[in-house]
């Protein structure tokens, strides 16, 4: 079996990554927005858009998609007609991918008769598969397309550095400034409003 997708665990970092900023940036003044400590959120956030965009958005873009020889031993499908199935179970050499993302619903027949080798291109990172071909049709039957560069990751992890560089400025002035009044209430906000 395939391990657990790395996308899992890159959301559990982003839901940490995100609590932390919120702390750390919730009940900042406008007056006292370069104060160094408002840096820490606002790197915070600059990773998880990093973490984000390299390991969910753009897990096929920066990690592995290897093209494998496999068997369908199962599919999900949305209704008892198994005419739009979304979701696949495969054997292959390296292991088994239990529920993968099809890149479309197909029909299971098409995939299903006969001899049930497959050859599919399958992003490791999120347990999606690009595209599939049967090998027990002719012409072969394919689904999805290969792997490209998914270019919404790249805006992400640019906006990323970017807001490293914003909280490397704002540390900077902070220190600069010496301005040390940030209450550091991530409820402060939430306080204000209800007060006014």
Known sequence: MFSTPI???????????????FCCLAG?????WADSENSVGVALLAFALILHGIFV???STFGPTPVLAGEVFGFRCASMDYRSCGYVDVSTGRGYLVDARLPQPVEFDAFYRGDKQVTAQISIWDNRIHWMRTDNTNPPTTVGEPAKVNYFAMVELTVGLILFYLAFVIWREGK???IRHNEQDPFLLIKTLTLE
């Open 7 to 21: 996308t899992e665990f890159a959301y559990a970092g982003l839901a940490g990554l995100c609590i932390g900023a």
């Open 28 to 32: 900042t003044t406008r007056e006292a």
């Open 57 to 59: 958005t753009g897990a």
């Open 176 to 178: 600069r400034r010496g």
